[in-house]
């Protein structure tokens, strides 16, 4: 997975000064490349047959939702405040540069069903983390979380429910 890094920029002081912004987005422009990187998330979910895929706003809506479409899956948005209609419930959590809030709608998963986070980065867990919840929440059976990125040293994975599967595909 080492080869992908040349495709990832790293952008300084976004979107806070300090930070490191890792920037994906140039491999969603060579399609050859992004179905390679795709393949080991295809595996997982042929494997762990989730019932849906959530994808965390707003990258994470994009592997997610190709893996949920490809696979004939439910893709399930975890969202930004207000950004969801009908009743939602929500949950506030630390970011490595701030505070944050993410929202589910409430009727969104079936009691029990099996449900996958994707997202394209993990970095301190706290979103990730928020986003399990929520699905604990409304009722579904969280089996695990999948990620494009892991920034490593900030030890995301250990703020995460040890029991579930935790899979990153490209580590710094």
Same mark, same amino acid.
Request: glycine share 8%; no cysteine; net charge positive.
């Given at each position: 997975?080492?080869? !992908? %890094?040349?495709? /990832?920029?790293? @952008?300084?002081?976004?979107?806070?000064?300090?930070?490191?912004? =890792?920037? &994906?987005?140039?491999?969603?422009?060579?399609?050859?490349?992004?179905?390679?990187?795709?393949?080991?998330?295809?595996?997982?979910?042929?494997?762990?047959?989730?019932?849906?895929?959530?994808?965390?706003?707003?990258?994470?809506?994009?592997?997610?939702?190709?893996?949920? !479409? %490809?696979?004939? /899956?439910?893709? @399930?948005?975890?969202?930004?405040?207000?950004?969801?209609?009908? =009743?939602? &419930?929500?949950?506030?959590?630390?970011?490595?540069?701030?505070?944050?809030?993410?929202?589910?709608?409430?009727?969104?998963?079936?009691?029990?069903?099996?449900?996958?986070?994707?997202?394209?980065?993990?970095?301190?867990?706290?979103?990730?983390?928020?986003?399990?919840?929520?699905?604990?929440?409304?009722?579904?059976?969280?089996?695990?979380?999948?990620?494009?990125?892991?920034?490593?040293?900030?030890?995301?994975?250990?703020?995460?429910?040890?029991?579930?599967?935790?899979?990153?595909?490209?580590?710094?």
């Amino acid at each position: 997975m080492e080869k !992908f %890094k040349k495709y /990832i920029n790293e @952008i300084k002081d976004f979107p806070n000064e300090g930070i490191v912004f =890792k920037d &994906i987005n140039p491999i969603y422009k060579e399609p050859k490349t992004w179905n390679e990187l795709m393949m080991p998330l295809q595996k997982l979910i042929s494997t762990t047959k989730p019932d849906y895929i959530a994808g965390i706003e707003s990258r994470g809506f994009i592997s997610a939702s190709a893996l949920a !479409f %490809k696979n004939e /899956i439910a893709f @399930i948005p975890i969202r930004k405040p207000n950004k969801l209609p009908g =009743k939602v &419930i929500g949950v506030n959590y630390k970011l490595e540069y701030g505070e944050d809030r993410l929202e589910i709608q409430q009727n969104s998963i079936k009691k029990d069903f099996k449900v996958i986070v994707i997202d394209d980065l993990l970095a301190t867990g706290g979103t990730a983390g928020a986003a399990g919840k929520l699905i604990r929440e409304v009722g579904g059976n969280l089996i695990g979380y999948a990620f494009l990125v892991e920034l490593t040293e900030l030890q995301g994975r250990k703020k995460l429910d040890s029991k579930l599967f935790i899979e990153s595909l490209i580590k710094y």
